[in-house]
């Protein structure tokens, strides 16, 4: 151990940078509505994302039930079922992950972990916030407009996204790309706000080797965000052209009903690596600060500090520059150069690597740990174990002979939402109840919480890990009904049925969770500052739940890493980071 | 997406020489205290704004990288047909570099405490802004008229898409520039504007080259490159 007083600088250095000048409040209106505080941001966010996952989560249902119960229900026809699929994904994807995550966590948590007041540009950060609910509300009309939204599929494929015969063709495409255009210049606003606070508004002592995972993740995610949602603003600008004007970005020469439309030339190709170019950093954005996340709950759950620190933040980095090198694995049944398919093959091996040396390091800090099975470790464990699964067949999808048979079938939707869905939604509810004691400054009742646990768990495990096998009969995704296929037997269909009757199970369950979160709000047992004995910054304010400018009078002064559990010596089993260096002597150790 | 990829690249290598000051190395579980390279030791440290628009700047540029990349794309289609050269863009190209030199007075002028020739520098970049924006519109109406419009070619289409979005960007600078210029009547000490003046010249100048580049995208002089390394992916 190195210990290096403070005197050497004769007394302690002045603060990184002057001390934001905060905007102070003077109304409710500022104060709740139009805020500029990080955390009220924060709790915007989530909670209209968690609304909007409330609504996609109808929307699986209603596909489920369709799939389940084909035919019974006379009001989801093609056009509905094919509008639910769209909406459903892009809403989970961009509008509830991209958002819990980085709006939602990312403001609530930088500031308070890094040891800063606010976010470094509050008024853009308000602006953010607003922008994304406006996108929201653009979204959601496009259910009222003539023709409904869109049913072109979460990828937007053109040129089908804008020909007559695909749902929500005349407003609902042209609402959805809007909705985006915005959703991403509002990213932008927040986006810069997270990198440049955690640059620039660090507290004295805060290196970025002593920051939490948590931050290192969103973080990188942010700044991966920032330069791969202009691909999606791109495609989304050119095809808004296509739809509108008339130009061909994108619509090759087509015949539609006997005639030949006006467009010509144009490549379909293209929009696919516009947009998978954003798609799959996509996936690192959400992935990327769920590691982190969890990377912070197993340590302080297991009082142990985190296994191979640097090596994790040498992965988060090394997984953030290598997802924008993978993004034509999307496109293997596009048609392309053999050469290109073998790179893109490689490279999304490649990520395999440092993917895994975070998975063995989470597995080696709970190795010998003094594991407390709360709550939210029980959700990181089951976030381990999810992503693993969801990992692996990636793996398999990775390699261009085995996906392209199983491709388009519900091998792949398994996949995702292995990987992409559970996963990431594990590691939320897990960093929900673990912070919400500090958003509150009351816990989520325990009996609530394991009874939301058991069944989302095992019961997300019921619907996905039947799909994959469903995949391999090869029954196919991204259709209304089946029909007569000689190759899928009739037990497929019961086995469909049964996911369906899962996925309500699940999604029911969700209500023991909302009501935990607002029953505990009034009724929850008092949590005190720090009821977790964590080590982070974020526990160690003066108040909880944090006040306007989150640290009282003076900023704090931080002394060593986030991750300080069970030291040999130590008077209690974790120490602050910003708990001063004890004037101890020297262990033999030390010298 | 050679273009995107190559402006990635560049954003990755600065970003890891960046990275390679941060003390990667270090090893946090044994450092304990306050320890030397933590910062608040520098004595001036950059402005959050500065850092702000410099990573805005790249967001911006990857925006148009992929713009370019698609341009590149799209032009190996045989129905392809460049739009003809338009001379009156060279002029019009004159102007942003004016307006770029306006700004770079502004800077001496706030440096130097010349409040008066601040603001003369100031307006005097937002009208040669201007001018530029509708010398713009003017070469797209000329386009226009000759019947060159939007839908009858990709390569007229990319034309309009990318000066409508260059416009679009100038336009968001004129807005910063505009409240710069405000401040300027609002205060009587020219160091309180020398950070704004900054920035805005640090966005004039990155949106001066990006509009070279896209200038010799759209002329045709840059297809020789793009072939090169078109050729060099491939």
Known sequence: MVDVPLDTFGGLPPPEVPDVDLYHPKSWVTKYVFSQDAKVIAIQYSATAMSIGLLALVLSWLMRLQLGFPSIFSFIDATAYYQFVTMHGMMMVVYVLTALFLGGFGNYLIPLMVGARDMVFPYANMLSYWLYLLAVVILLASFFVPGGPTGAGWTLYPPQAILSGTPGRDWGIMLMLISLIIFIIGFTMGGLNYVVTVLQARARGMTLMRMPLTVWGIFTASFMALLAFPALLVGAVMMLFDRLLGTSFFMPSLVEMGEHLSYGGGSPILFQHLFWFFGHPEVYIVALPAFGIVSDLISVHARKNIFGYRMMVWAILAIGALSFVVWAHHMYVSGMNPYFGFFFATSTLIIAVPTAIKIYNWVLTLWRGNIRLTLPMLFALAFIVTFINGGLTGLFLGNVVVDVPLSDTMFVVAHFHMVMGVAPVLAIFGAIYHWYPKVTGRMLDETLGRIHFWITFLGAYLIFFPMHYLGLMGVPRRYHEMGEMAFVPQSAQTLNAFITVMALIVGTAQMVFFFNVVWSYFKGKPAGHNPWEAASLEWQTPETPPPHGNWGRELPVVYRWAYDYSVPGAASDFVPQNQPVASRPASDEDR | ?234
């Open chain 2, 1 to 234: 997406m050679s273009s995107i990829i190559l402006f990635l690249v560049v954003i990755g290598t600065i970003g890891a020489w960046w990275l390679s000051k941060q003390r990667l190395m270090a090893k946090p579980w044994l450092e304990e205290g306050i320890h030397g390279g933590f910062p608040g030791l520098e004595s001036s440290p950059v402005p959050a704004s500065k850092i702000g628009l410099g990573i805005f700047l790249a967001v911006v540029g990857a925006l148009f990288a992929l713009l370019i990349s698609a341009y590149s794309m799209r032009m190996q289609m045989s129905d392809w047909r460049p739009v003809p050269n338009q001379t009156m863009l060279w002029p019009v190209t004159g102007l942003l570099v004016m307006s770029g030199a306006a700004l770079e007075w502004a800077k001496v002028a706030a440096r130097t405490r010349d409040l008066e020739a601040l603001k003369a520098a100031l307006v005097a970049a937002g009208l040669f802004a201007l001018a530029f924006l509708a010398g713009q519109l003017l070469v797209l109406r000329r386009l226009t008229e000759v019947g060159l419009v939007l839908t009858n070619n990709p390569a007229n289409s990319f034309f309009f898409l990318i000066i409508g979005l260059h416009g679009l960007h100038i336009l968001g600078g004129l807005v910063a520039l505009g409240r710069t210029i405000y401040k300027t009547h609002r205060t009587r000490d020219p160091d309180r504007l020398r950070l704004s003046v900054s920035l805005c010249a640090t966005y004039w100048h990155f949106l001066l080259a990006v509009w070279l580049v896209l200038f010799a995208l759209l002329t045709g002089w840059a297809e020789d490159f793009v072939a090169i390394c078109r050729q060099l992916l491939t």
